[in-house]
């Protein structure tokens, strides 16, 4: 028996970073070398091809972007190319399903893994609508990342037959320096330390986070990533005197992020829109016995992070109801190590990497 062919296709795909980019280098991770043969098809004017980790990442050069869509040439005259065992694409990506009609790759089984729903290009999209639920019809496995996304989604909904519901998964390992740590607590002067970590856009919905900061007394909101919103975010803090409250971090190195997942109270998840389908930054402040506050997306952020289980659920863009809720946790110690113990609980029980690359190999590819 010869080594099983996998090829992704994708928007994007390693070096850049995203969730779909995490999910595609998580699955191929899971598969062993010595039995697989493994591809990524994808687009990049910066990137040339290569061969990382066991991986052929096969990169085309797009002319230009438009609705969250890379549209290239090269990617369709290489997806003719194609000639693997299970051929699976990552939506939404509709450049890509018009892509397979055109090419006519060839493949023994066809699955997707399904992110979200298209958020914010509705309209644009409404004309290809009808081939995506062809394309959609033809799939052999839809894979999901939560269960969430199955009941909320009105295009994989009729298909719940193929769905099959397995989540990103972390690494259990404490990766934090316990130095380091005490540094930030000591930094902020013991202060109560609120985290959220991501790019500075507006569908992460920090603004909201830093718009509750003004009704939080005794604690500190840490913000780590960079992003166009930044000077808007700088504006803000200045003219509500939020500048003891509120901290842009910029990024944050790699190797330091485990310190301050580690060193927060509470991991605070504001984010604005559905796009937002699974939050993997959640499972690493839970790893640490850190309780959530997200916001009810109904998709699975809410999945990863319970209400009432493993944290605080408030709806999105109220900034009065996250400070109650961040008010609530501080005030309650109690509550708030109840519930990050229960987080702990709920990432060994579900998302280890271990468990979740074991039923990559079980459930879609052997």
Not at 237 to 257: A, G, Y
Not at 282 to 308: C, D, R
Request: a positive charge; aromatic letters at 12%.
């Amino acid at each position: 028996m010869g080594k099983k062919k996998i090829t992704h296709v994708t928007r994007y795909a390693y070096p850049h970073i995203g969730g779909i980019e995490a999910v595609i280098s998580q699955i191929n991770n899971s598969l062993p070398n010595e039995d697989f043969e493994k591809e990524v098809l994808c687009c990049s004017n910066t990137e040339k091809s290569s061969f990382e980790n066991g991986v052929k990442y096969n990169r085309c050069r797009f002319l230009f972007e438009v609705a969250a869509n890379t549209i290239s040439p090269e990617f369709i005259w290489k997806l003719s190319r194609v000639n693997t065992d299970v051929l699976h694409y990552h939506m939404p990506f509709i450049f890509a399903v018009i892509a397979h009609f055109i090419a006519k790759p060839k493949y023994k089984k066809l699955y997707i893994t399904y992110h979200s729903d298209i958020i914010g290009y509705d309209k644009i999209m409404k004309p290809f609508w009808y081939i995506y639920k062809k394309f959609i019809e033809q799939v052999d496995k839809i894979h999901v990342l939560s269960p969430n996304i199955i009941e909320s989604s009105k295009i994989i909904n009729p298909y719940k037959e193929k769905c099959v519901v397995i989540p990103q998964g972390i690494n259990l390992e404490d990766n934090s320096n316990g130095e380091k740590v005490s540094q930030i607590k000591a930094k902020y002067k013991d202060k109560k330390i609120l985290f959220s970590l991501g790019r500075l856009v507006k569908y992460k919905g920090f603004m909201y986070g830093i718009e509750a900061m003004k009704k939080v007394d005794n604690a500190v909101y840490l913000i780590g990533g960079s992003g166009p919103l930044k000077e808007d975010f700088e504006k803000y803090i200045k003219e509500n005197q939020l500048e003891n409250k509120v901290i842009l971090l910029d990024r944050v190195d790699d190797k330091e992020l485990d310190n301050y997942y580690k060193a927060c109270d509470i991991y605070l998840f504001p984010s604005i829109m559905q796009s937002e389908a699974f939050g993997i930054v959640q499972l690493e402040a839970m790893k640490y016995g850190k309780p959530v506050i997200n916001t009810n997306l109904g998709t699975g952020v809410n999945y990863v992070s319970i209400h009432n289980k493993t944290g605080l659920t408030v709806n999105p863009k109220n900034s009065d109801e996250l400070a109650n809720a961040i008010n609530k946790l501080l005030k309650d110690d109690d509550l708030r190590n109840i519930l990050g113990k229960n987080a702990r609980i709920r990432v060994e029980n579900f998302f280890e990497d271990k468990k979740v690359f074991e039923n990559y190999k079980r459930k879609m590819f052997i």
